[in-house]
Every structure is written in C-alpha cells, then in structure tokens.
C-alpha cells in the first residue's frame, strides 16, 4: 500500500506527487489522461489504472483536479464512493467554501475524514520553504496528516475547524491579488508610454515592501475593530488622487479600466459620507447589505 495517492496531474498535481516522492513517500498516482502519469512512473511512483485502484490504493487521497465539481465527479464515481470509507480525502482543488463544506458532509456520510486546503504557491515552488498550504478541518484530523502533508510546503497552516474557512481566506488573499496584478501592469503601461523601463519599476516597487507589509497588518486590525476615524490620510483625499490617475491614463492614450474602477469604489464611499475616515473604510461600500457581513471572529491562525 503506498503513503498517499495523488489524484489529477496537472501541473500543480505533478509538483505535489514530486514533492512526496522527493520525501520518500511511497505515492500513487492517477489521472484521467494517463499519458500525465509517464513522467511520474519514471521519477518512481506507482501509476494506477483506475480511480478506484488509486483510492485503495492509499489511506491518504490528495486530489487536486481543477475545480471542486472535477472532484466530486471522481469521489462520486459508484466504484470509488464504495471504498473511500476510512481514508483521509484532502482536497486542494479551486472552489468555494459552499462547495468545501458541502464535499465534507458527503465524506462524512461515506465515513471518510476530510480535509480542505488551498495552496499559495507556484508549482515551482511546492516542496521548498516558499510554498504555503492554507488547511481547514477538525484540529485532530489535521494533526495526524501534517507530517505527510509538510513535504508540499514550508508553510503549512492550519486555519481552524471549518472546513470552508481555507477557501474563504483564498478568496480573501485572491481578492488581493487581482489588484495588485493589474494595478502593477497598469503602472508598468505608465512607464512604457513615458519612455520608462518597466523593470526599473519593479525594483523600485519591491523596496516599498516593507511599507506595504506595515499597512496591510495596521488595515487588517482597523478593519477588524471598526476603528475608521483616525487616518493618516482619507478616503476623499486618495479619490482624488485615483480620479487624476484617470487623467494620466488619458493623457497617456492607455487603458483606464482599473483607475476609473477604483475611483467609483472610493467616490461611492465619499457620497456615503467616509470621506474623511481611513481609506480601508471602503469595506462600508463593499460590505453591501449581505446578512452574512461581519461574522464574529471564530478564532485566530499564524
């Protein structure tokens, strides 16, 4: 019987079963489209001819297919339901804490543990001291795979018993992401049109790192206690930097998407009347009406 069985051999599912077999771990793979398993048979893992074959193969599934519904296809196969019983199902595909949750009620009636997780990481990256792996599910479940699961990453969290709360952080941190992405490419358009190197750019944002570290953990604690109304700058005074963002974009004959974007977020929290509170006070607007804003805390994670 091998340590654990990867299911889904993508490009991340390639990188998690090389990182167990370069700890020594015995590990099985399977993947719709076997020709993905060749160059993980050569590197030393055990190819699978079937799901089925793979799920009995191993106490511990990690599937990581490209969205959660891909997982469920092959959990719910009549073959796999059958024998999944007593194995540990860690799921690491994309998804939504809905879907997480709803996984785990399933794994539960099949008598199986679960767990869910999502990974913050380049495939490159998995296996070495960079690679983060946020996990969610019951303390004691998370306790008894951790030694096997350190092998993917340096950094392995666990972020409490929920089991939807791994995918409700991604959301949180792709949320986060997405900005930064395009506000970088939209500042490194500014530069070409000005005849500036784009790279130049990068270093030059890079030695802010510090700065922004500071002010994502001091936005996370106002944030967190309500506390808008001391701010070093305000919301009216960045809308009005944004708004003229939107000016150099059309100076500049470039894209003004994102700046115009970002400017409606900030006017629409200066008509509601923030315009003089911190400029993490735009989570008011963003909050909309949802019943289900500013859950209580359910505890802590590092």
């Known amino acids: 019987m091998g340590d654990v069985t990867v299911i889904g051999l993508g490009a991340m599912g390639t990188a998690l079963a090389r ?56 959990l719910e196969d009549e073959a796999v339901a059958e024998i999944v019983a007593g194995r540990l199902v860690v799921q690491l595909a994309s998804g939504t804490s809905r879907e997480a949750r709803a996984m785990a009620a399933w794994a539960a009636k099949r008598g199986a543990d679960f767990l869910d997780g999502a990974i913050s990481a380049w495939p490159s990256q998995i296996g070495g001291a960079d690679a983060a792996i946020l996990i969610a599910g019951p303390e004691t479940t998370f306790t008894s795979a951790t030694a096997l699961l350190k092998a993917l990453a ?50 030059l944002m890079a030695g802010s790192a510090p700065f922004f570290a500071d002010d994502m953990r001091r936005m996370g604690r106002v944030i967190a206690t309500n506390s808008f109304s001391a701010p070093e700058s305000t919301i009216a005074s960045v809308r009005a930097d944004i708004a003229r963002l939107v000016e150099v ?44 804003q500013r859950r209580p805390v359910q505890g802590s994670f590092v």
């Open 19 to 74: 990182a167990f077999l370069s700890a020594g771990k015995t590990t099985v793979v399977w993947n719709r489209t076997s020709a993905k398993a060749d160059v993980l048979r050569d590197a030393g893992a055990e190819v699978a001819l079937s799901a089925a074959e793979a799920v009995a193969a191993s106490p511990v599934l990690v599937m990581c297919l490209s969205d959660c519904a891909a997982t469920r296809s092959i």
């Open 154 to 203: 340096g950094s392995l969290v666990h972020v409490g018993p929920d089991v939807g709360h791994a995918k409700a952080l991604f959301g949180a941190a792709l949320a986060y992401y997405a900005a930064h992405w395009i506000g970088f490419s939209h500042g490194a358009v500014i530069c070409e049109a000005e005849g500036l190197d784009p790279a130049r750019f990068g270093e």
């Open 249 to 292: 974009s059309d100076d500049l004959e470039i894209g003004a998407d994102f700046p115009t974007f970002a400017a409606s977020v900030f006017q629409r929290a200066v008509d509601a009347g923030y315009g003089a509170e911190e400029h993490c006070a735009v989570t008011k607007v963003l909050r909309g009406t949802s019943p289900h």
